[in-house]
């Protein structure tokens, strides 16, 4: 595709319940991260995929978080038992390698209520 | 002490104006810097790239590393209202798996026609 597309752009979702958001990166883009933003608090890099080495997870805030990626394409980063401070834009972004930059997708405004 | 340290600002300018915006750093390993600009609901966009300390051109953009002061700075020339948005400085390490990126919190800026 033409850009980094992220799915939904926005969800509400009760606290407890569980969410997935959905990344499709830039086709041959090998590189994938998620990274979430908070009002005030800047990006925050939470998982990193390159190919199909195994993914840098240091970032994840606790073990209600996970993502996978598909056959080295599309990610889904998913929310267990969300709770209110999860609320955030959670943005994609994918490159070729560093030199390049990353291009970000317009992100999933996730709100719990 | 925050990895890195930017003032969010706001900040507003006249049309015509040239921005100076900033970014100090603590992280002496970092080598790669750049500057993103985001729009309201809209991803990071890459707006800037620098390896290492000096300066780097593009249009009305020019970007400066000062690694000896641990400091970054885009200036914005002839500043145009399409310039208004929130500015990311961010930085990351080099050697093998040093990709994540830190950012700052973001300089929002308004230029008034």
């Known amino acids: 595709g033409a850009g980094v597309s992220q799915s939904p752009s926005n969800k509400v979702t009760e606290k407890g319940k569980d969410v997935e958001l959905r990344c499709d990166p830039i086709?041959?883009?090998?590189?994938l991260y998620w990274y979430r933003q908070s009002l005030g608090q800047g990006l925050e890099f939470l998982i990193y995929f390159q190919g199909n080495s195994a993914p840098d997870k240091s970032g994840l805030p606790s073990d209600r978080f996970s993502a996978e990626r598909t056959g080295g394409s599309v990610s889904t980063l998913t929310i267990q038992r969300t709770q209110q401070e999860d609320s955030a834009v959670y943005l994609c972004?994918?490159?070729?390698?560093?030199?390049?930059?990353?291009?970000f997708g317009s992100g999933t405004r996730l709100t719990v209520v | 002490q925050k990895e890195v340290e930017q003032d969010p600002g706001p900040l507003s300018v006249p049309e015509g104006a040239i921005v100076s915006l900033n970014c100090t750093y603590s992280?002496?390993?970092?080598?790669?810097f750049m500057w993103y600009r985001q729009y309201s609901r809209k991803g990071p966009e890459l707006l800037m790239y620098?390896?290492?300390?000096g300066n780097k051109e593009d249009g009305r953009f020019t970007a400066q590393v000062d690694k000896s002061s641990k400091y970054i700075s885009l200036f914005i020339r002839d500043s145009q209202p399409s310039d208004s948005a929130t500015y990311l400085c961010?930085?990351?390490?080099?050697?093998?798996?040093?990709?994540?990126?830190?950012f700052g919190k973001g300089t929002k800026l308004s230029v008034i026609p």
């Open positions: 620098t390896y290492s300390s």
């Open positions: 086709s041959g883009h090998t590189a």
């Open positions: 961010a930085m990351s390490a080099s050697g093998a798996g040093s990709y994540q990126l830190t």
């Open positions: 992280n002496s390993a970092f080598q790669y």
């Open positions: 972004a994918s490159g070729l390698n560093r030199d390049n930059g990353y291009t």
